[in-house]
């Protein structure tokens, strides 16, 4: 049978091949080292350690090297969350594992642009408003267009626009100045955030407004806008709004319509997003839908104002139908679906 050619060139190793090849020279005294591997890699390295053949010298004395390298810079070689779990419970109490392993976790996401996407709009902007605009515009500019839309709106007018001017007239941003803010955000905005409660309180209040009949809504949300405006305007965003009645099932789309006069719904479709007129019309004979259109058609423009009220007006109904028990409303903090 014919010798495998002796392995001279670290390039055409892949990433199992130079995990075999260290593991191999640090020899049967590190076999600790298998034990933080799971049985797919322990699998995969083992496979290609049977398969390696003759390495060269300066093959072995590179990738030692290159592996002392990574571990006194990043870190990074074979490092994983479930591993540095592992490692972690082999002589920590579970509970304190637990609770670092969520911190350094955080908000889903490889990358810290990718965890502040999964932040609650509120939440982030709360804490950015203290941060300079220069700031706020390069976090800004580094997460996705929608999240970063939500997260403006959010912000206090003048502020917000000051960060978008910033926005607009901003260079190239270096390296270095990128890495210092998202070590900052990382230290004082994702740990503390890790350390606190999952929900917003704002959210949590929404979700409490969303139960309160129409007077008591009016009137706590009057008595705290005297109060503190900023809190109440965050608490009626996150409230179940006219776009949410897109979560009702069928059945409780009919029981809407039903409730709801004609001509305020031609007003509050108006405004609507295509997927939620596509859904009432949907929920609608055929003759009906099509006399809907024309008749929104025939409106021509409307005013904003009126548009705004009639969707309020149609999401009190969806309320006081909940109210009735006709049908369950879900806040738009929610991942469950009306019910009819």
């Known amino acids: 049978m014919a010798m495998k050619a002796s392995i001279n ?15 191999l020279s640090l020899g049967e005294d590190h076999t600790r080292i298998w034990e933080a591997l799971d049985d797919e890699e322990i699998k995969e390295v083992s496979q290609a350690m049977a398969g390696l053949g003759t390495v060269s010298a300066t093959v072995v004395e590179e990738l030692l090297v290159e592996f002392v390298s990574g571990m006194s810079s990043t870190g990074a070689i074979m490092g994983s969350y479930e591993q540095t779990q592992r490692l972690l419970q082999s002589f920590m109490p579970p509970e304190k594992v637990d609770a ?7 908000p889903a996401g490889r990358t810290m642009w990718d965890k502040l996407g999964n932040v609650n709009e509120a939440v ?7 941060e300079y605009p220069q700031t706020v515009a390069v976090v800004l500019s580094k997460v996705k267009s929608d999240h970063a839309a939500r997260v403006l709106a959010s912000l206090p007018e003048d502020f917000a626009l000051e960060c978008v001017t910033r ?22 905005f994702m740990s503390n955030l890790a350390r606190t409660s999952k929900r917003d309180s704002h959210e949590m209040m929404a979700e ?10 009016a009137r706590f949300i009057a ?25 009702l099932d069928p059945g409780g789309v009919q029981t809407l319509l039903r409730a709801t006069s004609k001509e ?19 929920n609608m004979s055929e003759r009906a839908a099509k006399i809907m259109r024309e008749d929104m058609e025939s409106m021509g423009p409307v005013r904003l104002k009126d ?6 007006a149609m999401v009190q109904v969806a309320k006081d139908l909940a109210a009735k028990g006709e049908i369950m409303l879900a806040g738009s903090g929610s991942d469950d679906e009306l019910i009819y």
């Open 264 to 282: 305020q719904l031609a007003l509050a479709l108006k405004g609507a997003s295509d997927k939620l007129r596509e859904m009432f019309f949907s």
């Open 307 to 312: 548009v705004d009220q009639a969707q309020v």
């Open 208 to 217: 409490i407004f969303n139960n309160f009949d129409r007077q008591t809504e």
């Open 124 to 130: 982030l902007a709360n804490y950015l408003k203290n």
């Open 9 to 23: 060139d670290v390039s055409k190793l892949a990433g199992p091949e130079k995990a075999a090849i260290v593991l």
């Open 167 to 188: 926005m607009l007239r901003m260079e190239p941003v270096q390296r270095e100045i990128l890495d210092k803010i998202e070590q900052t955000l990382r230290n004082e």
């Open 100 to 106: 670092l392993m969520e911190e350094i976790r955080g």
């Open 223 to 247: 008595a705290l806008e005297e109060r503190n405006r900023e809190a109440a305007e965050r608490i009626r965003a996150l409230m179940f709004v006219f776009e949410d009645l897109s979560k």
